[in-house]
């Protein structure tokens, strides 16, 4: 069983950076996929970005793509969410989330490939 905590959301202007931290317990990161979704109001959860630690494969969504990069940090067990050039529309609630280390990479953006959730953080960007 993994657990994992969600930091570094909040307020920021338009244009402005955010870096989000997704950090793992109960078991290493190693071999797994890692991936972010974020939930807007009223909307449904979507696929931001996923690294997959074997191999180090990466996939982002098309509207993030340029403006966020997902890295890892093997030493802390954490994976981060660099956020720059953000926009109102970034505006959600920010989830991490592990698999099991079997998702292939055609798989990476679908919620039911991750057994392991975390609680979530607010990002809010205002105009």
């Known amino acids: 069983q993994v657990q994992l905590a969600e930091s570094g959301g909040g307020l920021v202007q338009a244009g402005g950076s955010l870096r989000l931290s997704c950090a793992a317990s109960?078991?290493?990161?190693?071999?797994?996929?890692v991936a972010w979704f974020r939930q807007a109001p009223g909307k449904e959860r979507e696929f931001v970005a996923a690294?997959?630690?074997?191999?180090?494969?990466?996939s982002y969504a098309d509207s993030v793509k340029g403006r966020f990069t997902i890295s890892r940090d093997n030493g802390r067990n954490t994976v981060w969410l660099q956020m720059v050039n953000l926009i109102p529309d970034d505006t959600a609630v920010y989830y991490c989330?592990?698999?099991?280390?079997?998702?292939?990479?055609?798989?990476?953006?679908?919620?039911?490939?991750?057994?392991?959730w975390g609680q979530g953080t607010q990002v809010t960007v205002s105009s």
């Open positions: 989330a592990s698999d099991r280390g079997t998702t292939i990479v055609s798989s990476l953006p679908s919620q039911t490939a991750y057994s392991y």
């Open positions: 109960g078991r290493s990161l190693g071999r797994v996929a």
């Open positions: 690294i997959r630690m074997r191999d180090d494969y990466v």
